[in-house]
């Protein structure tokens, strides 16, 4: 092997060795990068479809189309009912409670309150049940509402506690087609925070209560959009007619629910955790032979 030769080899060998020091240790062997946390998409600003007082419903309002769902047979559903009378009257929507063989609300650690009397509107989206005993009541608002007004929800979205802050923005109309005919005049409210926060189907909160930053009956969850943002609820006048077409007064003299007289966006979600401790929201369970 001639100089030349030997030069070459040690060449050779000084850059591989170069290239070996200077590779990244971590490149057979790369970090593992763990991916963002899945976040929700922001909530899209929503204006309000006027101002001041929601007037009346009128035949221009949009219509939404629903389909009555039938319950099938040994089944079991869910959805949200409130008090509105300490001697056992509650209030629910219609859809959650047409049809059942068996209705229940569900008390924890405790034994479930039958439902012993049932009447449900002929034209809207409400019920009123009633058990052998009852809880501390909300009160109801049956004023007219403003444009842009906070809302509260509460109830049982999936099956699960949940609330919802929203604003009043409009009106619509909700055509019901299949075994159950009717048209309702609602109230629409884009929703601004969910607790907790989810994508998913409010389906469970049917027949919760909106409440306003006062701590009164606003409406009734009855329908949410199929995208996420909108909830529909029936009005409290329901609640009224139903109540006059039945011989019944409510007993305000002792309503005293849960101090909620100052309802805000930062901890409405601890109020609704107070008002399912005392019952006063309750899950109702619904069940089909």
């Known amino acids: 092997m001639n100089g030349a030769t030997k030069l070459a080899i ?12 200077s590779k990244d240790p971590q490149a057979d062997n790369p970090r593992f990068v763990a991916p963002a946390e899945k976040t929700l998409p922001p909530l899209p600003a929503i204006s309000a479809e006027g101002v001041g007082e929601v007037g009346p419903p009128s035949i221009l309002d949009p219509v939404i189309v629903i389909e009555d769902e039938v319950k099938g047979d040994r089944q079991q559903f ?29 008390r924890p650690h405790k034994r479930a309150l039958k439902v012993e009397n049932l009447v449900e509107h002929a034209r809207s989206d409400v019920s ?28 049982f979205p999936r099956g699960e506690p949940g609330a919802v802050y929203s604003n009043l923005i409009g009106r619509r109309t909700i055509k019901t087609t299949g075994s159950r005919r009717s048209k309702e005049a609602v109230h629409v409210w884009a929703e601004r925070i969910r607790v907790p926060n989810s994508d998913k189907s409010l389906g469970g909160i049917s027949g919760g209560p909106i409440l306003n930053k006062q701590g009164s009956v606003v409406g009734i969850h009855v329908a949410g959009s199929i995208r996420r943002g909108r909830s529909f609820s029936s009005m409290p006048k329901n609640i009224d007619e139903l109540l006059v077409n ?12 849960a101090d909620i007289t100052s309802l805000n966006a930062t901890d409405f979600a601890r109020v609704g955790e107070e008002l399912r401790g005392d019952l006063t929201v309750a899950q109702v369970i619904c069940r089909t032979n």
């Open 78 to 106: 869910t959805g949200t009912a409130f008090s509105i009378d300490p001697r056992g009257l509650w209030v629910t929507a219609r859809h959650v409670t047409n049809g059942c063989s068996q209705l229940l609300l569900l």
């Open 10 to 21: 040690l060449l050779l060998i000084v850059v591989v060795f170069l290239g070996e020091i």
């Open 246 to 257: 039945n011989n019944v007064e409510l007993n305000s003299s002792t309503i005293s629910p």
């Open 128 to 155: 009123i049940i009633q058990t052998s005993s009852g809880v501390e009541a909300l009160p109801i608002d049956y004023s007219t509402p403003q444009y842009n007004q906070e809302g509260f929800h509460y109830g």
